[in-house]
Every structure is written in structure tokens, then in C-alpha cells.
């Protein structure tokens, strides 16, 4: 089965920092991947996915995340941080078998943005 | 506007009773799905559907049930048997494909008192 980690549960940047989120998939084939963002007691927002058209991918909100399959990484940044970023992020990975398919997420990365 | 919609937005249940929560989708998707989020352990899928009158066993479907009679519809009813139901519970759907994102409800928090 696929899975993902993120690492780091809580990353505290300022505004305007540098925004560095880690994700490491475990995949024996070529996987498709997903950001998502959360704020609070809300649902989930898609940021951008990987489905090997790239490997560097832009998604909404400014972020953008790099696909190493030498690494096994998909860590999503953000150049300049703003406190409306300040939410919780999930990486995800297709999971697909002969039931079906579905998402499987990591565990989450809360990010704090502080003035 | 086409989008899931989930009620309701707070339950409450009193232990030892089953509770349905709804969950309807207007995207013309042939999946859905079902996740329980609590704090520090991400999304955990409960169960998930692809087509109609079809459904499998997430990692952690115990205490759980689910019907996909309809395209639109896919009830969640977390029964007596579930140990700890307070939860965060999300709904999904998307086509079958597996580049394709899930698109999200806005979630029912289910408190048990």
C-alpha cells in the first residue's frame, strides 16, 4: 500500500519567510500526489498536484512543490509567507488496487505565521 | 453550484446510540469517501465507494456502516459499537481516476456526551 510522511507536525515561520513543508511518499509506482489546506473546522482546498506532466508544479496561494524520485519527496514552499497562510497542510497519495481508489494522507503540518 | 454538502455541522449523541450523517454530492462523481480526522493523526479512511450499491472497508471501518444506493448519497452511520466516535468526519468524492483530486465537504463534528 502507498504512504506518505510528513515531517515536522508544526513549522513556525515569520511573514514574509521562506515556507518549507516536507513530504516523503513510499511508492513502488510512479505515484500521484496532492496538497491540500485546511483551516479551521472547515474542509479540505486543493493546492496543486503531481501527476508526472512535471515535476515542478504551481498551485494556488502562491506554493509550489518539487517532485524527486530520486528522493522520494514532495515538499511544497512557498517563497514569501503571509499570516492568511497560517493553516494546517496535508500531503496526499492515490492509493489504487483492484477495489478501487483512494487518497491517503499524511499525518499533517500545522503552520504558524507570526508578524 | 455543484459541491458536497454535509449535515449536520455539529451532532451530538449520547452513548450507546446510532447517528447518520449525510453526506450529498452534486458533481456527478462516481467515488466517494469517507475520512474521520482527530487531532495529530491526519485522515484515516473509514470506508469508501466507487460505483453504486458498492462500498469497501477502509483502515478503520469498525463500528462503522455505510449504503451507496443512490449516485449522490452516501450515509455514514457510526454505531454503538465504535469506541471513541468523537471525531472530525469528512466527506469526499471524485471520478475514478486516480490523478484526480478528492473534492471535500465542510465536515460534521460528531461530540458524544
Redesign the interface.
Known sequence: AQSVT?LG?HVSVSEGALVLLRCNYSSSVPP?L?W?VQYP??????LL?Y?SAATLVKGINGFEAEFKKSETSFHLTKPSAHMSDAAEY?CAV?D?NQ??????????TTLSVSS | DGGITQSPKYLFRKEGQNVTLSCEQNLNHDAMYWYRQDPGQGLRLIYYSQIVNDFQKGDIAEGYSVSREKKESFPLTVTSAQKNPTAFYLCASSPRTPSTEAFFGQGTRLTVV
Open positions: 510528513q507536525s500521484y496532492f491540500y473546522n472547515q474542509g479540505l482546498q486543493l498536484k501527476t496535508f492515490s489504487f477495489a478501487g481508489t483512494a487518497l491517503i494522507f499524511g499525518k499533517g
